[in-house]
T-cell receptor, first 109, second 114 residues
Framework: GQNIDQPTEMTATEGAIVQINCTYQTSGFNGLFWYQQHAGEAPTFLSYNVLDGLEEKGRFSSFLSRSKGYSYLLLKELQMKDSASYLCAVLDSNYQLIWGAGTKLIIKP | TAGITQAPTSQILAAGRSMTLRCTQDMRHNAMYWYRQDLGLGLRLIHYSNTAGTTGKGEVPDGYSVSRANTDDFPLTLASAVPSQTSVYFC?????????????FGQGTRLTVV
């Protein structure tokens, strides 16, 4: 079967750095997405990785290792507005997105 | 730009009744999707449409039907609602179904079946 694993919840301090991990087992791989979802709102796109390595976009970076079936989202200089759920999703061999359950990130002052 | 609009925002529905959740996009995207989101679970694909005039079944299609008569609209119908269909429903669209294709989501419809 297909499986995406993420921690259910993480807590971090304002101004700090946090890394949210995602491991996956899917039928085929055509890229991995990270989305942000604030409570009661729609998911919004953060990043896409299809090749191994680190993609940096401002305070957010995303890393991929295809051989390990592993990705992480790195958030730097955390702000209170970063409190949200972070969803990992893999595009499988049929170009369908398989979603993890999401990681709820709580930022404390 | 409106993007994707869903209606209604929320609804309480009696079991056994039918209902159509509406979804309209103004981005001229080819692909559209319906997901349900339940606590502790990832987004699960109900139905999808790669282009106007075609639809396909996702992971959890039972009890739901869709149509794609034109590019902009992708309604989701529950023929006879059951309590297990209580969920938050998200409609999404993307330009295509290929690599690096960002999905844009509507604001969701919170449905409670009683």
């Amino acid at each position: 079967g297909q499986n995406i694993d993420q921690p259910t919840e993480m807590t971090a301090t304002e101004g700090a750095i946090v890394q949210i991990n995602c491991t996956y087992q899917t039928s085929g791989f055509n890229g991995l997405f990270w989305y942000q979802q604030h409570a009661g709102e729609a998911p919004t796109f953060l990043s896409y990785n299809v090749l191994d390595g680190l993609e940096e976009k401002g305070r957010f970076s995303s890393f991929l290792s295809r051989s390990k079936g592993y990705s992480y989202l790195l958030l730097k200089e955390l702000q209170m507005k970063d409190s949200a759920s972070y969803l990992c999703a893999v595009l499988d061999s049929n170009y369908q997105l398989i979603w993890g359950a999401g990681t709820k990130l709580i930022i404390k002052p | 730009t409106a993007g994707i609009t869903q209606a209604p925002t929320s609804q309480i529905l009696a079991a056994g009744r039918s209902m159509t959740l509406r979804c309209t996009q103004d981005m001229r995207h080819n692909a559209m999707y319906w997901y349900r989101q339940d606590l502790g679970l990832g987004l699960r694909l109900i139905h999808y449409s790669n282009t106007a005039g075609t639809t396909g079944k996702g992971e959890v299609p039972d009890g739901y039907s869709v149509s794609r008569a034109n590019t902009d609209d992708f309604p989701l119908t529950l023929a006879s609602a059951v309590p297990s269909q209580t969920s938050v429903y998200f409609c999404a669209s993307s330009e295509s179904t290929g690599l690096n294709t960002e999905a844009f989501f509507g604001q969701g419809t919170r449905l409670t079946v009683v």
